[in-house]
């Protein structure tokens, strides 16, 4: 079954550091463009950051600087390294994968941070 898996949420207080990573089947022949979106109750979907088969990087304004996404085409990952995180970093993270003909997404994890 082609999916994606993700790990690495959790709860961390204000100026910590978290780590997510997202595996995709190997039922998902072709990966170009992987990233990471998030989501709060009530509210859009929302990028985060985005890269490339190449390695090339995209970020939201509001975490350039705190976050680093970073691929393994070999594995079929992608990670999202959170530094600096705020209350505001709050959310249900989703990682997405593009396919041939179609987007891939994950489940979602929750990160939460405490004040």
């Known amino acids: 079954q082609a999916q994606l898996v993700e790990s690495g949420g959790g709860l961390v207080q204000a100026g910590g550091s978290l780590t997510l990573s997202c595996a995709a089947s190997?039922?998902?022949?072709?990966?170009?463009?992987m990233g990471w979106y998030r989501q709060v109750s009530g509210k859009p979907r929302e990028l985060v950051a985005t890269?490339?088969?190449?390695?090339?990087?995209n970020y939201a304004d509001s975490v350039k600087g705190r976050f680093t996404i970073s691929r393994d085409n070999a594995k079929n990952a992608v990670y999202l390294q959170m530094n600096s995180l705020k209350p505001e970093d709050t959310a249900v993270y989703y990682c997405?994968?593009?396919?041939?003909?179609?987007?891939?997404w994950g489940q979602g994890t929750q990160v939460t941070v405490s004040s």
């Open positions: 997405i994968a593009q396919g041939i003909s179609r987007n891939y």
């Open positions: 190997r039922m998902i022949f072709f990966i170009n463009d």
């Open positions: 890269i490339t088969r190449y390695n090339s990087t």
